[in-house]
């Protein structure tokens, strides 16, 4: 009980509508098909528009593992501030909510309702190593790779993506990785 107290308003100030990162009368597309199988394992986090809950975050990482029963175990791991700091994690269920996979909604805190949030695949190359995610409401925008670092032609792409799905660029920041 102590716990869910003092996550209480964490949760709520997540769940709380941020600035709006694109404009929403710009018509938003998702992959034509994502296969979850080839998408789970360990992603990094190349780039995002500010979230609350990840300011100061840097080393960001998201892993995906699907569970049997067809939803997805998502944990989210940043380091505060440094590389060299402690990592700390957020565990999330996501369920896809159409038969292409590409919209997902993902929940932290299953036991209050209405904590769920969009999680939409806009694009994801063929060897699943960059995915560009988004939200309908603009609210949030990520670009995430297989590996820490990627090259500028996969960056742009990533940025173009966003840009047609009516992000305004210039809120978007790369996020500190280690090298490899």
């Known amino acids: 009980m102590k716990r869910l107290l003092i996550a209480l308003p964490l949760v709520l100030a997540a769940c709380a509508s941020g600035p709006a990162f694109r404009d929403t009368s710009v018509p938003i597309t998702t992959a034509m098909q994502v296969d979850l199988e080839r998408y789970q394992g360990l992603w990094y986090e190349i780039a995002r528009f500010p979230v609350s809950f990840e300011e100061g975050c840097v080393g ?19 380091r505060e501030g440094s ?21 997902l909604k993902v929940d932290f805190v299953p036991l209050i309702p209405f904590t769920s949030g969009d999680y939409w695949i806009l694009d994801i190359d063929e ?15 990520w670009i995430l790779a ?6 500028a032609a996969r960056l742009r792409h990533g940025y173009d993506v966003l ?10 920041t790369l996020t500190p ?4």
Do not use: W
């Not at 840009?163 to 978007?172: K, M, V």
């Open 60 to 78: 960001v990482t998201a892993e995906y593992t699907l569970k049997p029963e067809g939803t997805v175990r998502v944990v989210n791991t940043c």
């Open 83 to 103: 590389l060299d700091a402690a990592p700390r994690s957020a565990e999330a269920t996501a369920k896809t909510t159409d038969s292409t996979n590409a919209k």
């Open 127 to 141: 060897a699943y190593r960059t995915v560009v995610v988004g939200t309908p409401d603009g609210t949030a925008g």
């Open 146 to 151: 297989r590996e820490p670092q990627i090259g």
């Open 163 to 172: 840009e047609r799905a009516g992000y305004d660029l210039s809120q978007i």
């Open 177 to 180: 990785q280690p090298a490899i």
